[in-house]
DNA sequence: GCCCTTATGTAGCAACTGCTACACTTGTGC
DNA sequence: GCACAAGTGTAGCAGTTGCTACATAAGGGC
């Protein structure tokens, strides 16, 4: 890896650390360059403008999200698809996932007003989301397409939920959620 | 109603046809004052400071999004559970809540990133809707509360799906959430 | 007529924004 | 050894930010 590869690397880093704590909505340069130990000047010769540097980020941010997905779960194959969908909710409602969380929020409001670059992104995590809930699944599911996309959308639902503090709501709604079985 | 309490409400009513094309998060107080035709220096004369006119603009947002509510559908008593659901999400996800969704997510991210009046002005959306739908349920269900919950739940996580363009994942998942009816 | 509250315009401050100009030092190929 | 590209620090520009100081009306109570 050449100096630059590695300094884009290490700036990367440091700047993805600043943003999830801070958020990404209204990151400035200065203060991403203070966090990545250089100065705004370097962050544009290095990325070209401040939309590289943001673009970066977020490719940068979604294999990071998307990296904490594997090996966390065991295979859910033996599982009920209830018991799945509750393991899944540990996960992607726990800990390990609450540092993304808020920065996720940012991004999907930024694609919600119609930025490409968080549009991509957040449509690229969601696509690897979905890939990973597919391939864990229960097997026996008469449609498990339709399956892994109605947990999908009910766990997203469930994360906005506890993102306001309504996590009350999104519990009963996860437990009634295959009661049929 | 008092000229001030007019002038409120009429600058209120400007500033929120403003941030819903232009989002809530990088509101600044010149181009909002310049929506409302006044100055910077009146709102804050108004409401006290930036903070201030965001909560009210808030406030204000969220009855007018609670209002488009009323009257929008016709009650869902006799349909099945997966009709009811169908109607609502054709509502919440059409045009009618189209010029919220954006505003929708600034408000989610905000409340992610622990703003106070972000939080509590979403717990309010959140306990409307989940009211809303609860009196509109179907008849006759076992645990109509969490059917509710379950149903928002949903609709939530599809609206976010919609956000950010994936809106086919949300199609099959509600599609598949009441399979066993 | 006078005073005092309410309301408003103009100007400006200090901080911050993205970005650029310019000068300077390295390291590398020849 | 030298030219040339890659990399970096300093200074600054023009624009925006939230907010304030100051002056000035306008209206109502006495």
Known sequence: MSKAALDRQSMLTAMAAHVMLNGLANAS????????????????YHFGNKEGVIAALLDFLAEAYIGTLDNVLPDGRQLSRAEYLDQLSRHTRGPAFQPYA?????????AARGNASYRESAGRVMAKMLAFVESHAPVGDADP????RFMLTLIEGAQMLDAIGCSDIADLALARAFCAD
Do not use: C, E, N, Y
Not at 103 to 109: E, G
């Open 145 to 148: 397409a339709a399956t892994a």
């Open 29 to 44: 340069l200065r203060p991403l360059a203070k966090a990545a130990g250089t100065s705004d000047r370097m962050l544009i």
């Open 102 to 110: 808020a920065l996720w929020w940012d991004i999907v409001s930024g």
